[in-house]
Nanobody, 120 residues
Framework: QVQLVESGGGLVQPGGSLRLSCAAS????????MAWYRQAPGKQRELVAR???????NYADSVKGRFTISRDNAKNTVYLQLNSLKPEDTAVYYC??????????????WGQGTQVIVSS
């Protein structure tokens, strides 16, 4: 029902920056929230940042002050600006979209993930 196109991952040195993008398309009536999760090898997937339809945001403590989530409602696109990157930020980052595909049906969709490697 919903298709996500993710981009922006890559290799960066500690202290560097990246910007991740995730564009949602398909059968979308409206979007409740968009979020970014990440999963490092051997670890559970964790919420990094979330932005609601109203624009409210929340962040994991480990990234607060360094990462910024934003959204372009007209494009159904969510961004994650990653600044002051640390090696522990290395993970596969996943876009997550909670959408209403009709007035009554809610759908939660995961992107394919994009790799972020922070290493010197």
């Amino acid at each position: 029902q919903v298709q996500l196109v993710e981009s922006g991952g890559g290799l960066v040195q500690p202290g560097g920056s990246l910007r991740l993008s995730c564009a949602a398309s398909g059968s979308i009536f409206s979007i409740n929230y968009m979020a970014w999760y990440r999963q490092a090898p051997g670890k559970q997937r964790e919420l990094v940042a979330r932005i609601t339809d109203s624009g409210s945001t929340n962040y994991a403590d480990s990234v607060k002050g360094r990462f910024t989530i934003s959204r372009d409602n007209a494009k159904n696109t969510v961004y994650l600006q990653l600044n002051s990157l640390k090696p522990e930020d290395t993970a596969v980052y996943y876009c997550n979209v909670d959408a209403f595909v009709s007035a009554l049906r809610r759908f939660n969709y995961w992107g394919q993930g994009t790799q972020v490697i922070v290493s010197s």
